[in-house]
């Protein structure tokens, strides 16, 4: 019997890191990934903005990877403003 009934490799679940800048603004909550463009979200407060970063995320790499492209991860990743805090999210495909 297998230590690992399920058999979930880390080939099999492959987890990103997205680098997220978040701040307040007059609508809420701001957040937008620093390491892959395109992606800024604005929300009542900070989890959700979050709870729809993550999707958003999600699809666009899912999107890159389906149509067998290379990631164009931001190198450096995008630096934050002044009244920005950061949070590492890992992301689960």
Known sequence: MS????????????????????CSTEQGVRARVANLAGI??????????LSKLVPAFK???????????????IEPPLEANNDEQTRY?????
């Open 89 to 93: 999210i890992p992301i689960h495909l």
């Open 3 to 22: 230590d690992n009934p399920l058999n979930i490799t880390s080939r099999d679940v492959p987890t990103f890191n997205c680098l997220v800048h978040v």
């Open 40 to 49: 800024e979200i604005t929300a009542s407060d900070e989890r959700a903005a």
């Open 59 to 73: 699809a666009k790499v899912q999107q890159i990877l389906d149509a067998n492209e290379s990631i164009p991860w």
